[in-house]
């Protein structure tokens, strides 16, 4: 799986990353994975014209040490659709920005 994995977390700057998916990311029935909505912007025309499949996501999977952001953008609605693919440069630079602002935001180092 191709992803942007934040690791070398603190015990105290998972809890503060994870006191912030849980109030801001919708949270996946399995523990530890939170869902992160691709803006409409960035959506690939296949992507755009499955409006059955809206919103798109990437799987965000939180551990104690690590952050890990897949670039696979999924569909929470099927398990697999065309417009299910690895992530356009753009929709990739956009994951990382979101988790490097979110790290910066909440003071974490690594």
């Not at 801001?24 to 399995?30: D, I, K, N």
């Not at 569909?75 to 979110?102: F, G, H, L, P």
Request: with cysteine.
């Amino acid at each position: 799986m191709k992803q942007y994995l934040l690791d070398g977390l603190r015990l105290a700057d998972y809890q503060k990353l994870k006191d912030y998916l849980d109030k801001y990311l919708e949270s996946s029935p399995l523990d530890g994975i939170y869902w992160l909505e691709l803006t409409t912007e960035l959506l690939t025309p296949i992507q755009k014209k499955h409006e059955g499949c809206h919103p798109q996501v990437f799987a965000w999977i939180l551990e104690e040490t690590y952050l890990s952001c897949e670039f696979l953008v999924r569909v929470k609605k099927n398990i697999k659709c065309d417009c299910m693919d690895y992530a356009t440069k753009e929709q990739r630079d956009w994951i990382i920005d979101q988790a490097d602002s979110i790290f910066e935001k909440l003071d974490i180092c690594i």
